[in-house]
């Protein structure tokens, strides 16, 4: 048999595929079993592998994992160039009955216009593994701990759900953390244990020095380095930030209003707000002046002028909203 799954989530990937093991393998081990990862390994290795026999069972399972080459936009590999796609299409065709191939994509969708794609197509037992409904969250998030006995406050599935990003693997990560501390999970501990979304912490940063709350801004950056969240990033998303600023500026010069800026953009409203309040500290000419100041700190970061956190830390303290 032949399984394609796909989905965004990696996590609902290795569940249905845990679900495929255990109903297609009486007993798993290194010789029922075997795993490869798509961008590491040439699928002619893999069809090979299909070929073999089974060793101490009727049958076996070959699993491909992250099948780049079976994404809508194919990502470039090293080893592309290697690649024999020819034997993996004549193999789909006439599959050995002793093996179970599984094909594994991290992607809402797959190529089904390439020719290994509409072979899948017509003759895989595909799984589409979609999203967690934002509306559900809140209570997959309360079945979850139910299920490990920990009773959980609203407030705290909120914010848990909030720091997640609709990611399920992010989730369980943070959630098992949680499950560590204590048997009664509140907002506070949510706040203390699980570090917000990087962007989200990239917004309060640019917003306070905006606003010209440089303890704030220091305090928002110290925290971040708890996390180990690494300055050249946060360089990057500032920019891109500022750059947003910039765009709602032209945007405001043009005569556009704070709705159809929004739209254009497809941003939330609050941001376009911010943004057009800033005009007041802040015209083309500053603006582009923090741009070229954050482009040279990560110049000097990457080129080892500077150290990167120390770096940071001076370019906040000589911000001048």
């Known amino acids: 048999m032949i399984y394609l799954l796909f989905g965004q989530q990696e996590l609902m990937i290795k569940s249905r595929l845990q679900k495929l093991i255990k ?5 798993v081990d290194e010789f029922s079993l075997v ?5 590491e390994t040439l699928v002619q290795e893999v069809v090979n592998e299909c070929q073999l026999m089974p060793l101490g069972s009727d049958k076996k399972m070959v699993v491909l994992e992250d099948c780049y080459f079976l994404q809508p936009s194919k990502a470039k590999e090293k080893i592309e160039k290697d690649q024999n796609y020819d034997v993996l299409e004549n193999y789909l065709k006439r599959p050995n009955e002793s093996s179970d191939l599984v094909l594994t994509v991290t992607n809402k969708a797959f190529n ?16 589409e593994l979609t999203d967690i409904d934002k509306f559900a969250w809140p209570e997959y998030v309360r079945r979850y701990f139910a299920k490990h006995n920990v009773t959980i406050d609203n407030k705290a599935v909120d914010e848990l759900v909030k720091r997640s990003q609709n990611d399920a693997g992010r989730f369980v990560s943070e959630a098992q953390k949680l499950l560590l501390a204590q048997n009664h999970i509140t907002y506070d501990l949510v706040v203390a244990l699980v570090s917000r979304p990087l962007e989200e912490d990239a917004f309060a940063l640019s917003n306070a020095l905006m606003k010209g709350r440089m303890e704030e801004a220091i305090s928002i950056f110290r925290d971040l380095k708890t996390f180990s969240e690494e300055p050249v990033m946060l360089i990057s998303l500032l920019a891109r930030h500022f750059r947003l600023y910039l765009k709602v500026l032209y945007l405001s010069k043009q005569g556009l209003s704070l709705s159809e800026i929004t739209k254009q953009l497809g941003i939330h409203e609050y941001r376009v707000k911010l943004a057009l309040e800033s005009q007041r500290h802040f015209n083309e000419a500053r603006l582009l002046n923090i741009l070229d100041q954050l482009y040279m700190l990560d110049f000097q970061i990457k080129s080892g002028q500077v150290d990167r956190f120390y770096g940071f830390e001076l370019f906040l303290l000589n911000f001048k909203p």
């Open 112 to 127: 089904t216009k390439s020719s290994i794609g509409k072979i899948l197509k017509q003759g895989a037992n595909i799984y």
């Open 23 to 27: 109903e297609n393998l009486p007993i």
């Open 35 to 39: 795993k490869f990862n798509g961008r």
